[in-house]
């Protein structure tokens, strides 16, 4: 049972770059999401995917933030510009369906991301 | 809005001692908890999760929690801490239906000392 799996693990850069995560979930989920964790706080919603469709986005998703999920599979997290508040440990998710057992989040290792 | 509140931000405990983290939620009707545990480097694990019914759960590695809807409560125990439990803790809080948007506490860190 291969879980849900995030690259890089980890990712340094400087200020005003670009950078771009990926996640597999694990494959029957149809669910994908997306978390933010900083030091000493839980992991904050950030968007939530139904298969391909991008059903809600948080505040916390400004507009250099994307969020993508092509073909229903895996899902991308981009952020432009990068500032140094944007350092925090993304974290992904996936679930199956509706219903009590879908309910359940799987989390992947997460990408610390630092920004210099 | 649903929110959760995790009022111990640090515990330490003896190796072999109970162990009990609270957790308070906001929800207006009966809600989805979790509790979650998170290792340094690991993601988050779930320990256990209460949708219905009994309102004690029990979990994996020998954890349980306790659903009190009078006092909006879902406490996790364990009768005997190892070593191997010294992590951080989440209580999470999700509404029934729908996508299950899980909104997290602020953890609270076990220390476990021999």
């Known amino acids: 049972d291969t879980g849900v799996s995030q690259d890089p693990r980890h990712k340094i850069t400087k200020r005003g770059q670009n950078v771009t995560f990926r996640c597999d979930p694990i494959?029957?989920?149809?669910?994908l999401y997306w978390y933010r964790q900083t030091l000493g706080q839980g992991p904050e919603f950030l968007t939530y995917?139904?298969?391909?469709?991008?059903?809600?986005k948080s505040r916390l998703l400004s507009d250099r933030f994307s969020a993508e999920r092509p073909k229903g599979s895996f899902s991308t997290l981009e952020i432009q510009r990068t500032e140094q508040g944007d350092s925090a440990m993304y974290l992904c998710?996936?679930?199956?369906?509706?219903?009590?057992?879908?309910?359940?989040?799987?989390f992947g290792p997460g990408t610390r991301l630092t920004v210099l | 809005a649903q929110s959760v509140t995790q009022p111990d931000i640090h515990i330490t405990v003896s190796e072999g001692a109970s162990l009990e983290l609270r957790c308070n939620y906001s929800?207006?009707?009966?809600?989805?908890l979790f509790w979650y545990v998170q290792s340094p480097g690991q993601g988050l694990q779930l320990l256990l999760k209460?949708?219905?019914?009994?309102?004690l759960v029990q979990g994996i590695k020998g954890f349980e929690a306790e659903f009190k809807r009078s006092q909006s409560s879902f406490n996790l125990r364990k009768p005997s801490v190892h070593w191997s439990d010294a992590a951080e803790y989440f209580c999470?809080?999700?509404?029934?239906?729908?996508?299950?948007?899980?909104?997290f506490g602020t953890g609270t860190k076990l220390q476990v000392i021999p």
């Open positions: 209460y949708f219905s019914g009994d309102t």
């Open positions: 998710a996936s679930s199956l369906g509706p219903g009590a057992k879908g309910n359940e989040q799987f």
């Open positions: 995917f139904q298969n391909e469709a991008q059903l809600e």
């Open positions: 929800y207006g009707a009966t809600p989805y």
């Open positions: 494959s029957e989920h149809n669910r």
């Open positions: 999470a809080v999700g509404a029934p239906g729908g996508y299950q948007k899980v909104t």
